[in-house]
């Protein structure tokens, strides 16, 4: 399609469920948070919220986003929400040879948590075909980013490392300063809920209650292990699944929070996390992936809250009686909570930075090179994954 497109306009490509209340993410909220901040720096967004069941949907799905991409001029800087982009290279690839594509990754496919090995592998080949054809990549943290370039051999310089930002809040009251524990994630095996259940277990002499607010619905035999492992623990109503939060609500779990807990397996960056150092509240959290990252250090070098190593319930627990037992130790980690508040970005520079890869995509010379034949891309670490081909698609079916 001939047209040309200033500097100024942007198309973003995302997820169905954007603004979907009952399905609350990270990755949504991040992209409903960089577009707002965009159109307030001046910039043309247009969206293009595609259905489907992503990474890898029906071929209803792929058509639809291949028919979105098309109505896009020759030329354009698109942004492609990673969820959408990577697992179809088929619909993205031809589309990277005649648009100015950035392909915005927030979990990389193939570190969800419980999908079968085959289906893993083949989720890395489709993701390492979309990003090489991508002329930018953008990765939420710099673990992330470092993960992409090793994997899926990229140039380091085509990808760009944007952390979320933060909205400023009030600090949080809590309740006794150590009882409320508060775990914001969607009930799936990667956030490690059942890590968390099995530390709390071994504590059940400690004043605690643990509000788990986050989507319920998106693996139910997951969620029907955890209330069995509560209830065989006689936790069942000390261990609250409370399902997704938004708004007031989410803010008021937040309020009464003493200490956040998150104790995923993977976790690209942890955007709960500085919402909940943006309240003052301390975090318990695995030291893995991005996490780390968003805990980060006050200025004067403490870190606002305790890591542990990931999968390991005996030293998740080992921390929580830390924080019960050692008054001393609460109340340092609260004051570094609250310094750190004082240090985090908000989501104007989040925005800014971003629009900075799309504005140096924009002026690069002419279209994006054609993207490497499927052939030159190495084979997976566990195995040769074809491109997909209709009728010949191991993810259809094989969701977790």
């Not at 030159?376 to 969701?399: L, M, N, V």
């Amino acid at each position: 399609m001939a047209g040309t497109v200033s500097a100024g306009t942007a198309y973003v490509v995302l997820p169905g469920d954007i603004d979907d209340p009952a399905t609350p993410s990270g990755g949504n909220h991040y992209d409903r948070q960089v577009i707002t901040g965009l159109t307030g720096l001046g910039w043309r967004v247009r969206e293009l919220a595609v259905p489907g069941s992503w990474p890898r949907p029906a071929e209803a799905g792929r058509v639809a986003l291949a028919a979105a991409l098309a109505g896009v001029p020759d030329g354009a800087v698109v942004l492609l929400d990673g969820l959408v982009a990577c697992g179809v290279p088929e619909v993205v690839g031809p589309a990277a040879v005649r648009l100015r594509v950035a392909v915005l990754v927030h979990l990389p496919l193939g570190d969800e948590t419980g999908l079968p090995p085959e289906v893993a592998a083949r989720l890395d080949e489709w993701e390492r075909q979309t990003l090489r054809a991508a002329p930018a990549i953008v990765a939420t943290s710099a673990g992330t980013g470092r993960r992409l370039v090793e994997r899926h051999g990229l140039p380091a310089a085509r990808v760009h490392i944007v952390p979320p930002g933060v909205a400023a809040a009030p600090l949080a009251s809590g309740t006794d300063g150590a009882a409320s524990l508060l775990c914001v994630a969607s009930v799936i095996p990667r956030k490690g809920h059942d890590v968390l259940v099995e530390a709390l277990a071994t504590i059940p002499d400690r004043p605690w209650t643990c509000h788990c607010v986050g989507p319920v619905d998106r693996d139910p035999g997951h969620l029907d292990r955890l209330r069995r492992l509560a209830g065989a623990a006689g936790l069942a109503d000390r261990i609250r699944f409370v399902g997704p939060r938004t708004g007031t609500e989410l803010a008021a779990d937040y309020a009464a929070a003493d200490l956040l807990v998150l104790a995923s397996r993977s976790e690209p960056y942890g955007m709960v996390v500085t919402e909940a150092l943006a309240r003052g509240i301390p975090v318990l959290g695995s030291a893995v992936d991005g996490l780390p990252e968003a805990v980060g250090r006050t200025p004067d070098g403490a870190v606002p809250g305790l890591l542990v190593p990931p999968g390991d319930p005996a030293a998740l627990a080992g921390a929580l009686r830390r924080w019960f037992d050692e008054p001393e130790l609460r109340h340092r980690l609260r004051a570094a909570a609250q310094d750190r508040r004082a240090d985090l970005p908000g989501w104007k520079v989040t925005a800014a930075r971003l629009g900075e890869v799309l504005s140096a995509l924009a002026r690069q010379p002419g279209l994006p090179r054609r993207p490497a034949p499927a052939g030159d891309a190495p084979s997976s670490p566990t195995g040769d994954a074809p491109s997909p081909r209709a009728g010949d698609d191991p993810w259809e079916g094989a969701q977790t």
